[in-house]
């Protein structure tokens, strides 16, 4: 049961163009929304987050955009540079406590390729 | 401010041996997180630990383990390693535990089982 889903599995965008990278997820409980990046061999760059009490975060050329109602999140990255070229995760952590202290899982999306052209 | 440290950074050992991989989290987090990537199920969360207590864990079998230090240094050991087990291994501390805190990865351990 994949709780978070990335369907498009790869992108291909031209330099100064928008990129759109589409997440859907289905628990209810996800709380927290967070996108990375990852080059192969590496581990993940946090790019941007949000919370699920906002339907929009900015961060310089990343915007991500929360849709409660239809579970679907969506990050935009404007103008898009070659050096966005990699493969970009999305993340959800849900509410919930363990002996009083709240604790956050990360349940990652399968990911989705971008390659940026020239 | 020094990321995520992992060690070592690649390994390769032989089915039915245990390995014990390291990681130290960002100055100041004391909540650290493991992760394993491979090719077909992704990104999945093994453990996260906090005051040296495991404070939740993933659906896998008991042959992983971790353990947090006082220093918040993390450990998590595999042992009987199976080829299955092949993958890159992830680590990611956090100020504390919580739905909001923001988790930074390291650079992760890639191991290879033959």
């Known amino acids: 049961d994949q709780q978070v889903k990335q369907n498009s599995p790869s992108l291909s965008v031209q330099e100064g163009r928008i990129s759109i990278l589409n997440c859907d997820y289905t628990n209810s409980m996800f709380d927290y929304f967070l996108w990375y990046k990852k080059y192969p061999a590496e581990g993940p760059t946090f790019l941007i987050s949000?919370?699920?009490?906002?339907d929009k975060n900015e961060d310089g050329r990343f915007t991500v955009f929360l849709n409660k109602s239809a579970k679907h999140l969506s990050l935009h990255i404007v103008p898009s540079q070659p050096g966005d070229s990699a493969v970009y995760f999305c993340?959800?952590?849900?509410?919930?406590?363990?002996?009083?202290?709240?604790?956050?899982?990360?349940?990652f999306g399968q990911g989705t390729i971008l390659t940026v052209h020239p | 401010k020094a990321g995520v440290t992992q060690t070592p950074r690649y390994l390769i050992k032989t089915r039915g041996q245990q390995v014990t991989l390291s990681c130290s989290p960002i100055s100041g987090h004391r909540s650290v997180s493991w992760y394993q990537q491979t090719p077909g199920q992704g990104l999945q969360f093994l453990f996260e630990?906090?005051?040296?207590?495991?404070?939740n864990k993933g659906n896998f079998p008991g042959r992983f383990s971790g353990r947090q230090f006082s220093n918040s240094r993390s450990e998590m050991n595999v042992s009987t390693l199976e080829l299955g087990d092949s993958a890159l291994y992830l680590c990611a501390s956090s100020r504390i535990p919580g739905a909001k805190e923001t988790q930074y990865f390291g650079p992760g351990t890639r191991l290879l089982v033959l």
């Open positions: 949000i919370s699920s009490i906002k």
């Open positions: 630990y906090f005051s040296e207590t495991q404070r």
């Open positions: 993340a959800a952590s849900a509410k919930g406590t363990a002996g009083g202290t709240s604790y956050g899982k990360l349940t």
